[in-house]
């Protein structure tokens, strides 16, 4: 999807761009590449780890800053640069496959480690996914599994892990493993993967932090300035559909817009989500990229 990002970004070679999910950097390499000195490239992730890497890797360019926050802070970090307005945002939406891989991250029900799950492992005052499942209450868990899964009996399976936790804490990823595998009396990496995911958005409270920044970037955006967002689950791509919805009414299919929620003018890139066309990645296959330009 790296080819369709950039294109689709449209990159102004002395433009500002933010990657708000830098990670390891390959899309911000390409950006980069399409940008002479006076262009301009500012990262944001969560992932320390991820932030180490990407600054070897990008080490060749002398024109991007780094920083290590949520992306939910980036009026605060442009306001510190001094800058007022950017040429496009990216949001590669999720977790990397390195910190699924990882084997201490505590995201993936395939390896054993530490109940963890926090995109910023170095932050002492976020709650991991430890604390969160033996904590958390019917209510929330039964609307996490709820919304973030399609599985069925959510309240169901929500009950029984409350049930659990009473006679058992929850402390690693194989913990959790066995807890769900016991309730549901199976091993399905279908149900497994659903309830990991839910519980990973849970800790890094990722749908609320989304829909509070996407509003944040209208007030940041040049005209002519594009945001493009991929998306890997079917609630954030309903997400991010209606929000660019709610920027761009149609007319008969054309792309006349008019406002509606807001006092600016946008118009979508893409009617229709890019599909991932590597299809060689799990994770990836379910990736969604849809992009809007601002244009009053
Ligand atoms: C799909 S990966 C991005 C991969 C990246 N585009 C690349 O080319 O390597 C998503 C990244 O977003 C980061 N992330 C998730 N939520 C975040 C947030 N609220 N603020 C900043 N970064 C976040 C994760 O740590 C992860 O590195």
Known sequence: MKDEVINLLDIKSKGIYMDCTIGFGGHSENILERLDSDGKLIGIDLDPYALEKTKKKLVKHDNF??????????????????IEKVDGFLFDLGISSHQVDSGQRGFSYRKNAH???????????????????????????????????????????????????KLKKIETTFDLRNAINEIIKSD????????FQAIRMVVNNEIEIIKKTLISTLDYLKTGGRIAIISFHSIEDRIIKHFFKSLTIYKNNTYDVE??????????????????KDTSNNRARSAKLRVAERIL
């Open 65 to 82: 800053s780094l920083h290590n926050n949520s992306y939910s802070a980036f009026p605060q970090i442009l306001e510190k640069m001094g």
């Open 115 to 165: 109940l963890d799950m926090r995109f910023n492992n170095k932050d002492n005052n976020q709650p991991s996914a430890k604390d969160i499942i033996n904590s958390i209450n019917l209510k929330n868990l039964t609307f996490a599994l709820k919304e973030y899964t399609n599985l069925k009996s959510p309240k169901y399976l929500a009950e029984k892990i409350v049930e659990y936790r």
């Open 188 to 195: 399905s990496y279908k149900v497994l993967s659903q309830i």
């Open 259 to 276: 406002y509606q929620n807001f006092d600016k003018k946008f118009k979508l890139i893409t009617k229709k989500p890019i599909l991932n």
